[in-house]
């Protein structure tokens, strides 16, 4: 059976906003889907709902199995069952500053997944080779680039072997060249069907590599479909607007 991330008439608010209203939407495995909108559309609160770092008030999610009802107090058991369903890849980077690469990769898989040190440095360097830094790993995150910081953070993301791969606006932080770095990477992912769900504001990229578009707008999502539907086939006017306004960026 498939894994599914599911998401049933889920509200999220933070004071009087309304940042998600009655979101229904179901991710499928092996699809990249990328979640594009103007700032403000709940992009971002939509992605850290799926792995808890926001929680919504009220809904029903479910990940591999598990279903939670959003508006009662969620056990801890089925918080760690979410969250070792799901890894998160910032903008920010958040590596350990005092670890190095390796470490930084392997850190997770020994603590959380208990695996040996030896099998985790094993699959560590492979999934470094993969984002091309393995002649980093004995390097400090100080003495890498933004677009290599990044890289390793994917490379720790897949190390936990989650079933979906969340990215949250993963190059903007990053001028150009280095984001390109990173855009190869997540492109060399999706041609491997893992499961992703990006938030993003580069369409060039949305437009490479999705099997699926989101598109929020107020909380809302005013569109869901593929990649050509989006870009190629939309009458949406507010839609066509934005795509405008976007390559004009």
Known sequence: MATIVQFQHVYKSFGDHEALKNIDITFQEGETT???????????????????????????LTIAGTTIQLDKPIVKKDKLAIRQSTAMVFQSFNLFPHMKVLENVIEGPVTVLKQSRAQAVEKG?????????EHKMDSYPSQLSGGQQQRVAIARALAMEPQFLLFDEPTSALDPELEGEVLRVLQDLAEEDKSMIIVTHNLNFARRVADRILFLENGEILFDGTTDAFFEHNNNERIQAFIQAMQLY
């Open 34 to 60: 990328v979640i594009l909108g103007p700032s403000g559309s709940g992009k971002s609160t939509l992605l850290r709902c799926i792995n808890l770092l926001e929680q919504p008030e009220r809904g029903q």
């Open 125 to 133: 360097k492979t999934l470094l080779h993969k984002v091309g830094l």
